[in-house]
């Protein structure tokens, strides 16, 4: 069997990249206030009601995010607290909330969405071809 050194091993080096890009995000997000799950949760929300043009139940924005939904339940709940979303019973079933963003909400996802871009401009950036590397990414997520 071959010996590898550790800089050898895509886990390795994939493991190394994430947590360089998650201490980053928590950077970029720390004068919002918000996590890394809450950002997440937050822009999602946000953009399945602005651009998608729905008012997602819980489980469908645990779906999109790809989130646990009883932690993503738990994540919604906090930034209720805060005044950033709302979450009402659903109009044709009684077990679902239906979500929606408070003003407040939609101004601090846009913002904290510019910083994490820039952030994201700035640690993607070194790739190259940005295309190739969404590409990439893509193939992994599947």
């Known amino acids: 069997m071959e010996s590898l050194e550790p800089g050898d091993s895509p886990g390795f080096l994939l ?6 890009w998650q201490r980053l995000m928590t950077g970029s997000l720390r ?3 918000l996590t890394h ?7 999602s929300l946000w953009w399945l009601t602005e651009k998608g043009g729905e008012r997602p139940s819980q489980r469908r924005l645990a ?3 790809a989130t646990d939904p009883m ?3 738990q994540v919604l709940r906090a930034l209720e607290r805060r005044g950033l979303v709302v979450r009402s ?3 044709t079933d009684s077990r679902a909330r239906e979500l929606g963003v408070t003003r407040e909400g939609e101004e601090l996802a846009r913002h904290a969405i510019r910083a994490v871009e820039a952030a994201d401009r700035e640690f993607f950036g070194a790739t ?3 295309r190739t590397m969404l590409d990439f990414l893509r193939t ?3």
């Open 63 to 65: 779906d999109f995010a």
């Open 128 to 130: 190259g071809d940005r």
């Open 37 to 43: 799950v809450q950002f997440v949760l937050l822009a």
């Open 31 to 33: 004068p919002f206030g």
């Open 89 to 91: 019973s659903h109009p």
């Open 71 to 73: 932690m993503t339940s």
């Open 140 to 142: 992994l997520a599947q």
């Open 15 to 20: 493991w190394r990249a994430s947590l360089r």
